[in-house]
């Protein structure tokens, strides 16, 4: 007789962590030396834990906590249930705002959104879970792999070679990029260690003209490789056009140059390079507008933000159903994320595009073992759940700092970090350029 499992969740554990992150620049600022991230551990009555990551902010901490506890009693295969656990969540009036380029750089923040990132982690945790309860990999209960590996890129930033002088910080060994020599030899070094075959450049740091020189360059070293600009908005239509049409045959895509789908409208409207998005299609309720006027021709997902793998998957059929390209975006995160997105990415058929990953840029992990990039690509774990086991003594360790910190790091502040190098500098107006 088999023996019958109770798929219970009998706990809930939450560790808040700092993680380190090197000076990465973009038009807000630049990345601080530690960056909040929340693991989140579900465990069922038979002694089963599945793991899941988010973003470790106070505003999503504070909707965490209240989610944890009405987790306990249900069931860990009970996953449309979570949407209806995070309805019961209330969001603090003063989390929200209405606008595209609030910090972190993804989107407006409206209350769902906020609750659907914290969704996000419970959900991959409850997959993690049932997985192994079942002997099941993830990708097999989001209906099966179409591929074995799923394919990144490399992920360039403007960089500093170190945080600014007297900053608590780990060092990396990446060095400075401030120029198109720097962010070539970064692209290198990428292809070295990882085997990346395409780049994308996190923009909107210097000129365009200047950005305009370091994608020539990637191009005239890299010939042929699909190449991608990213200034998060901080282009006018007329700016955006005109570095469109300077990059029109070499570019893959360009990213968010606009700001918001009106913008980004009228720049597609003007040019043929495809435009692609982790701003103005961020919620399910952004894509009707976006896609009745053709703003955008490829969508970048983020199971963080849409609310799991799940929703992922129902996103990638949307924009299947209206001819929209789809990949994934990333911010700052660790294993057991870059693991759920691999999952659902060997799951979506119209993936055509190498997605993004910030895992190269973050030394720091929870887990027993990092995950891997060969050939730019990470395998697909067949093993059940994610595939991943966490390692508790790195945990603790990362939770310390968390509690050793005054709460100046305990929020993502790019401006703040920017302040540090500057003390006249404030985030730019938009467009900045
Ligand atoms: O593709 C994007 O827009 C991002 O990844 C936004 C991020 O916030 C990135 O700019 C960063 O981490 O600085
Ligand atoms: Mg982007």
Redesign the pocket.
């Known amino acids: 007789m088999t023996a019958v499992r109770d798929l219970t969740v009998a706990e809930v554990r939450l560790t808040p962590i700092l993680v380190a992150d090197p000076p990465?620049l973009?038009t807000q600022g630049v990345?601080q030396p530690y960056t909040p991230r929340l693991i989140v551990e579900v465990v069922t009555a038979d002694g089963t834990t599945g793991v899941g990551e988010t973003y470790g902010d106070t505003k999503y901490l504070e909707l965490a906590r209240p989610f944890a506890t009405r987790l306990v009693g249900r069931s860990v295969d009970d996953l449309n249930g979570l949407f209806a656990v995070a309805d019961e969540v209330a969001v603090d009036a003063s989390r929200t705002s209405g606008q595209v380029d609030v910090g972190?750089?993804?989107g407006v923040q409206t209350a769902d959104k906020l609750r659907l990132s914290v969704v996000s982690a419970f959900e991959v945790a409850c997959l993690d879970a049932l997985g192994k309860a079942l002997g099941l990999p993830v990708h097999a209960l989001l209906g099966g792999k179409v591929r074995d590996a799923v394919e990144y890129s490399a992920y360039l930033f403007y960089k500093w070679a170190d945080h600014p002088e007297g900053v608590v910080c780990e060092k990396d060994d990446w060095g400075a990029a401030l120029d198109p020599a720097g962010v070539v030899e970064q692209a290198r070094r990428f292809t070295e260690r990882y085997g990346f075959t395409s780049f994308k450049l996190?923009g909107g740091v210097y000129p365009p003209d200047e950005e305009i020189a370091a994608v020539r360059a990637l191009a005239e070293a890299f010939p042929g490789r699909p190449l991608r600009l990213?200034p998060?908005g901080a282009w006018s239509v007329e700016t955006s056009v005109r570095v469109a049409d300077a990059l029109a045959d070499v570019l893959e895509y360009l990213?968010?140059p606009a700001l918001g789908t009106p913008a980004m409208a009228e720049v597609a409207a003007r040019t043929s390079v495809p435009l692609a998005t982790?701003?103005c299609v961020t919620t399910f309720a952004e894509i009707k507008e976006a896609f009745t006027r053709d703003a955008v021709q490829v969508v970048?997902s983020d199971h963080h933000y849409w609310g799991g793998l799940r929703n992922t998957r129902e996103l990638a059929a949307i924009c299947r159903t209206f001819g929209v390209g789809v990949s994934m975006?990333?911010?700052?995160h660790l294993g057991i994320s870059l693991a759920a997105m691999t999952h659902v990415a060997s799951t979506v058929p119209n993936l055509h595009h190498a997605c993004?990953s910030?895992y190269p840029w973050q030394s720091e992990d929870v887990l027993t073992e990092r995950l891997t990039f060969e050939n730019g690509s990470v395998r697909v774990s067949d093993a059940p759940g994610l595939g991943v086991e966490l390692d508790r003594a790195r945990l603790a360790l990362l939770h310390e700092r968390w509690l050793a910190d005054d709460g100046s790091l305990h929020d993502r502040d790019?401006e703040a970090a920017m302040r540090v190098a500057d003390p006249a500098w404030s985030t730019p107006s938009v467009p900045r350029w």
């Open positions: 990465l973009n990345h972190g750089l993804r996190k990213d998060n990213e968010d982790n701003m970048l975006h990333s911010n700052t993004d910030h790019d």
